[in-house]
Nanobody, 123 residues
Framework: QVQLVESGGGLVQAGGSLRLSCAASGRTFSNYAMGWFRQAPGKEREFVAAISFSGGSTAYAESVKGRFTISRDNANNTVYLQTNSLEPEDTAVYSC????????????????WGQGTQVTVSS
């Protein structure tokens, strides 16, 4: 089992930034690829970003490319999502997820999920 706890969400004005964190415990963190997903009210959960187990490979949704950066600290069992130039359309609950080895953009490819952290961007 892998337990994931997100933090860092909040209310921010358009153009602002937030740094989301996801702390992992339970299994060897460095064996797991990590992903960030988000779900806005009335919408399906969507892929945001992913990072390989080593941190050497990343992937982003087109809507966040150039604005968001995913990174990880395997020594501290934490994955981050730096969000810049936030827009009202980025308002959602952001969740991190883990899967063994390779990255994926598919929601159903991930085995473990956190509870999520709310990000609200005002215009």
């Amino acid at each position: 089992q892998v337990q994931l706890v997100e933090s860092g969400g909040g209310l921010v004005q358009a153009g602002g930034s937030l740094r989301l964190s996801c702390a992992a415990s339970g299994r060897t963190f460095s064996n797991y690829a990590m992903g960030w997903f988000r779900q806005a009210p009335g919408k399906e959960r969507e892929f945001v970003a992913a990072i390989s187990f080593s941190g050497g490979s990343t992937a982003y949704a087109e809507s966040v490319k150039g604005r968001f950066t995913i990174s990880r600290d395997n020594a501290n069992n934490t994955v981050y999502l730096q969000t810049n130039s936030l827009e009202p359309e980025d308002t959602a609950v952001y969740s991190c997820a883990a899967r063994l080895w390779g990255t994926s953009t598919r929601t159903n490819a991930y085995d473990y999920w956190g509870q999520g952290t709310q990000v609200t961007v005002s215009s």
